[in-house]
């Protein structure tokens, strides 16, 4: 079977490719060729079902700065398709978005079966092939453009678009064209923490600040203590720009956690010294203070040595100093990790080096492309992955249809 474009794999990256290839060229053959018997399942799944469809930063070099691996090759990028593009791209098609509080995007719908609807529609309208369970066993170029082995015969296509994701495989076939590429780790999951100051708090959050003991990855933000132990936006920021160091160090390392972000132990040591002094009739325990969770704080009392029934007059400047360092620079251990909700991203892929970032297109083989995660490019939640697939696919796109 011949095609003018075969993209290799059905997610977001590759449907957002074909459409806008079509939609420039409406005389060009297209293919997307999909292992599985279902295609955008990731998409599905995403935002817990919802499809965080981008977020609201409308800067491209602050938009840039979500990305631990990406972060400086996107900034061009950027400048041609963004945000603001996403949104109008999506509306122009009948796709009504929403900006939620913390610059989340989602479709009013709340669902992703609305984004989902929409690739398939458009893909339908504009002749677009979708191929499921076509497994890809080997592709290399040829006079004609590429040439692809799949468990249901061979295909030719002028140009090919590689929108795999994270797939060990692909990427294989890759190196024996002689691309580099960066192994897989995990990128976004949350901390296993065992430890008695959090093990009946499940579900209280405080805004924190996070540090990797004995190096310079530190996040701050909301932090969600689990069942498991903790997560939230500042572990997930944390265990995205830190993702190579911790498989490293086999996801076994210490955080040091101040639960007032804001202020430093010396200074926290004061403010408890002058509550001291105002408040010695009352007991310690009861109330809490600098706005912390009642059980939280009630944790770190009890922690720091002081029984639930102490007086402020009681409390020795042994006890505040235990306290102090409780609140601003508590170690924790952790030992081993999760994966954040359904979505797991990866660091690795392509290696960045390997790739033209003003077409996506391969520096080594013509007519070669790539978007999405099959490239070494992840990014913090709050769906900055999607629009990295977005972006690229879009400026892939406008290469092919020119190039």
């Known amino acids: 079977m011949n095609y003018d474009l075969i993209i290799v794999g059905g997610g977001a990256a590759g449907f957002f490719t074909a459409i806008n290839v079509a939609e420039r060229d409406s005389g060009l053959k297209i293919a997307i060729l999909e292992r599985g018997k ?15 469809v981008t977020h609201a930063e409308f800067i491209p070099n602050e938009l840039s700065k979500n990305y631990p691996r990406g972060e400086k090759e996107l900034k061009g990028p950027f400048h041609t398709f963004m945000t603001g593009d996403t949104m109008d791209w999506f509306d122009r098609r009948g796709v009504a978005l929403k900006i939620e509080d913390d ?6 719908s709340d669902s992703s079966e609305t984004i989902i609807n929409c690739f398939l529609s458009e893909a339908k309208r504009l002749g677009i092939e979708i191929l499921k369970n076509h497994v890809v066993k080997n592709f290399y170029p040829n006079d004609a453009g590429w040439e692809l082995q799949t468990n249901q015969g061979d295909f030719t296509g002028t140009k090919l678009m590689i929108a795999t994701g994270s797939s060990p495989k692909i990427w294989k076939q890759l190196g024996d064209l002689g691309l580099r590429t960066v192994d897989a780790v995990p990128s976004l999951f949350t901390f296993n923490i065992k430890d008695s100051r959090i093990a009946n708090l499940p579900g209280v959050v405080a805004n924190a600040s996070v540090k990797v003991k004995d190096s310079r990855l530190s996040s701050e933000g909301p932090l969600l203590i689990t069942h498991w132990g903790m997560s939230g936006p500042a572990i997930l920021k944390l ?17 040091i956690v101040n639960w007032l972000h804001q202020y430093s132990q010396q200074e926290i040591f004061e403010e408890l010294k002058e509550l001291k002094a105002q408040s010695l009739k009352q007991q310690l325990y009861t109330y809490s203070q600098f706005e912390l969770p009642k059980r939280l704080w009630q944790s770190l009392v009890l922690a720091s040595g002081i029984k639930n029934n102490t007086r402020w007059a009681d409390v020795n400047k042994a006890q505040l100093h235990r306290l102090s360092e409780q609140l601003t620079q508590g170690v924790y251990s952790v030992k081993g990790k999760s994966t954040f909700k359904e979505e797991f991203v990866t660091a690795g892929g392509i290696d960045l080096k390997e790739v033209n970032f003003k ?45």
């Not at 955008?40 to 935002?47: D, E, F, N, P, Y």
């Not at 610059?103 to 009013?108: D, E, L």
């Open 359 to 403: 077409t996506f297109e391969s520096k080594k083989h013509q007519h070669l492309y790539f978007a999405g995660e099959v490239l070494n490019i992840d990014a913090v939640t709050g769906g900055f992955n999607f629009q990295n697939a977005w972006t690229g696919a879009y400026i892939a796109a406008q290469a092919i249809t020119t190039g």
């Open 38 to 52: 279902e295609v955008l399942s990731k998409v599905r799944i995403s935002g817990g079902g919802r499809c965080n």
């Open 239 to 255: 265990s995205a720009w830190g993702a190579i160091e911790l498989n490293t160090n086999q996801y076994k390392f210490e955080i």
């Open 103 to 108: 610059g989340r995007i989602f479709p009013v």
